[in-house]
């Protein structure tokens, strides 16, 4: 969402240096109107597709700003066999979840519906080590999977110290 704007931004920039082009072109000025008008119709255009995207996964192939990440809190999973796996994803670089797809493959779904389940009986939590690594989906064919265990609370309370007036 943060980058939402720039990439609009660009889209209008690109879509008036066409009309710019459009206008300052030796044609017929019926010819000019119309390339202004499309160009003009273009811009909200695009701005509604970048916004039908934000509710849509994206494919964890596509994911380059946050390449580099070192893991991911799994807040939620959906294995649709047959068709994809769906996660929706925790970064440490960002506050807000992310939702993500991959393509389905039965050994890559058991380990993450396994931990899912695992750590929904703990109440615990799961995280993926390197989540967008091509490496963990090409060459392991796996995702690394861990579960997070809760902090254990003190079995037993410190003593109070008798406050003395």
């Not at 701005?47 to 964890?60: D, F, G, M, V, W």
């Not at 389905?104 to 995280?127: C, H, I, N």
Request: no cysteine; hydrophobic share 45%; net charge negative.
């Amino acid at each position: 969402m943060e980058f939402l704007i720039y990439f609009f931004i660009g889209t209008v920039a690109l879509f008036a240096l066409l009309a710019a082009i459009a206008i300052w072109s030796p044609r017929r000025t019926a010819v000019r109107v119309v390339a202004l008008v499309t160009a003009a119709l273009m811009m909200p255009l695009g701005y509604l597709q970048l916004t039908e995207l934000l509710s849509r996964p994206k494919l964890i192939d596509f994911e380059w700003f946050e390449r580099e990440a070192l893991s991911a809190v799994v807040l939620g999973a959906r294995f649709e066999e047959g068709e994809a796996i769906y996660l929706w994803l925790q970064l440490e670089s960002s506050t807000q979840p992310r939702y993500y797809t991959l393509p389905w493959r039965q050994e890559l779904a058991e380990r993450p519906e396994q931990a899912v389940d695992d750590a929904t009986a703990r109440g615990s939590t799961v995280t993926i080590a390197t989540p967008f690594s091509p490496k963990s989906l090409e060459e392991l064919g796996n995702l690394n999977v861990e579960i997070i265990l809760p902090p254990v609370p003190p079995t037993k309370m410190p003593p109070f110290e008798q406050q003395q007036p």
